[in-house]
């Protein structure tokens, strides 16, 4: 008789259930990749009774509707985000657009961050305006939220932390408030990552995510993903299905080969970020150094409370007298980085930021040239070498 490894048990801690979510629980270490289109059943009857039921079930009929490959991923992607169910979707871009569709009509509104993924701005913008959809922007940290709901807002949309600069808000009192007006509060958790932070367990409806960055951790997967709580997951099940989204099974087995290593990763980038992060609050020339994990006054206490960890972002702001073609010329000089979007790979990256047009609220024309950085997987003293050489070539 094969024994059974795979089962997590409630006592496990959350790495140990992680490592074995979404694996058979005899046999094969990993779920074998089901490449699939049509799937085929022993007679009419049973043909019938399965389309009744896949609406509400999670049953095997169709590629579309999901694999032996997607399942397992959504069955850990639950665990990480602790959630009801759970769907995956081509880009991270792709689960934002769903999200929207599965829960907005005609004649709604939606309150947006003002930190939010500059794509998704584009998106409101461009293509929800198009279906009657309207949108407004909130600070980051949420403190004129209750001023700004409608009588027609439906959804909140947070990201925490924001992007680019990663200020934090309490998803506690948002939660709260998002109820009392009765709208869905939908949280970006890409930065987070499910290891990181829990937007369900804080009061949010449903947590999406570019599992293209952290929970890929090899910069060679698309996807995006979608987990919800219990009351709201029927919406998510239509739109997918409506909208034909899905994912191959061979991204599938790759996106769960990099959840099993996810937990060593993050710490390993929150490490190194914290070094190179604080060789940079040193450096005379930086005029300001933005991490989450850096935060002050009463957003370190919500950082300390609702968050794990850090990750590997790290953004600088560098003082007025540095000119942007200085900067760039610095970033051009670095050996170790790439420049190039995305983040959450193996790799340490770079690219300038241009805060005048990722804000809506707030007046950065000022301010002093910046960029971002992705600390890697390198060795921290290697990352802050590199950095050293390329700044006094190019800034001093």
């Known amino acids: 008789m094969l024994k059974d490894q795979t089962t997590p048990a409630q006592e496990d801690g959350f790495n140990t259930r992680l490592l074995r979510a979404g694996r058979p629980h005899q046999g094969w270490v990993n779920t074998p990749v089901t490449r699939a289109s049509t799937y085929v059943f022993n007679s009419v009857g049973e043909w019938r009774d399965t389309r009744q039921r896949r609406d509400q079930e999670r049953l095997a009929s169709y590629g579309a509707r999901g694999t032996d490959s997607t399942y397992a991923l959504e069955d850990a992607l639950v665990l990480l985000e602790g959630g009801y169910r759970a769907k995956v979707f081509p880009t991270g871009l792709a689960a934002i657009a ?4 599965a829960y907005l009509k005609s004649g709604d509104h939606v309150l947006i961050t003002d930190g939010v993924y500059e794509p998704a701005r584009a998106l ?7 279906l009657g959809i309207t949108h407004s922007f909130y600070r980051p940290d949420g403190s004129d939220l209750a001023e700004k709901i409608q009588p027609n807002t ?18 506690r009192k948002v939660s709260a408030l998002a109820r009392q007006h009765g709208c869905l509060l939908v949280v970006d958790n890409t930065w987070g990552s499910g290891i990181l932070h829990q937007p369900l367990a804080l009061g ?4 999406l995510m570019a599992a293209t960055k952290y929970l890929s ?4 997967i698309m996807m995006g993903t979608v987990v919800t709580t219990k009351e709201v997951w029927q919406e998510m099940e239509t739109v997918q299905v409506n909208y034909g989204q899905t994912v191959g099974a061979d991204d599938a087995w790759l996106m769960l080969r990099g959840l099993r290593t996810l937990p060593v990763r993050m ?3 929150q490490e190194n970020m914290l070094r190179v992060a604080d060789w940079l609050r040193n450096d005379p020339r930086v005029a300001r150094v933005y991490a989450a994990g850096l935060a002050e006054g009463e957003q370190a206490g919500i950082f300390q409370r609702d968050f794990k960890g850090s990750n590997g972002l790290v953004s600088v702001e560098f003082k007025a007298d540095i000119s942007a073609r200085q900067m760039e010329a610095m970033i051009d ?3 170790l980085f790439g420049i190039g979007a995305s983040w959450g790979g193996f790799e340490s990256l770079v690219v300038p930021m241009n805060m005048v047009s990722a804000r809506s609220l707030s007046d950065w024309k000022a301010r002093g040239a910046m960029c971002r950085f992705h600390i890697g997987l390198e060795e921290p003293a290697d990352i802050i ?9 190019h800034l001093s």
């Open 98 to 101: 769903m999200v929207f569709l």
């Open 124 to 130: 409101c913008a461009q293509s929800l305006s198009r």
């Open 154 to 171: 439906r959804m909140i949309y947070a990201e925490n932390p924001s992007s680019l600069i990663y200020e934090l808000m309490d998803l």
């Open 204 to 207: 949010a409806d449903i947590s």
């Open 217 to 220: 951790g090899h910069a060679d």
């Open 267 to 269: 710490r390993t980038h």
């Open 333 to 335: 000089a670095l050996r």
């Open 385 to 393: 070498a590199d950095l050293q050489q390329a700044f006094d070539a």
